[in-house]
């Protein structure tokens, strides 16, 4: 869906949709009546499963890392993963790495970030194994308690961080900072409460 778009699952065919019908790219019904409606897709593919395009699709699906929202959510087999990625690469994008472990999106990225206090910019390599292991459980935290709401809230009832560059930090008051990078994703931090790691030696 790129960077747009979003699934909505309803209990029967009779629950009204919370999205116009004209925005609806797919609607998928299984025999018990619920029904999944994707809104706002730019991009739309059907495949068949003898597509050899779809075997690509299951190969990707294999490598992915264990779900934060799984009923049973392995922060082991999550920590195992990150341990195998570079240490010079920063926690920002191993947190959007989904072979490390699926369900962290851009927002999370930083609302995860914030509330451990660690700028996304920090080396993986410099963080202990407690610290690491606070990080994905914060991270299962906020998502799972955002399920089905409808609205994302990690502070409050609202976001912490990201989307509000120059407005206050909600713990320190100073104001929060973005930068885009080269794949045109923002991460929002507070300068303050998340001071950058300082460049390292060459």
Known sequence: ??????????????????????????????????????????????????????????????????????????????????????????LGAVLLDQRVAAGIGNVYKSEVCWAERLSPFTPIGSLDDATRRRIYETARHQLTSNLGTGRRATYGRGLAVYGRARRPCPRCRAPIVSRRDQSARSTYWCPRCQPEPPPSAP
């Open 1 to 90: 869906m790129q960077m747009t778009g979003g699934w909505h699952v309803y209990p029967d065919a009779s629950t009204r949709w919370r999205r116009p019908a004209h925005t609806a790219r797919v609607v998928l019904r299984v025999d018990d009546g619920t029904t999944a409606v994707c809104f706002g897709a730019p991009i739309v593919e059907l495949r068949r499963e003898r597509d050899e395009r779809v075997t690509r699709a299951t190969r990707m699906l294999d490598n992915l890392g264990p779900d934060l929202c799984a009923a049973e959510f392995d922060v082991d087999a999550a920590l195992e993963r990150m341990a195998a990625v570079g240490v010079d690469t920063e």
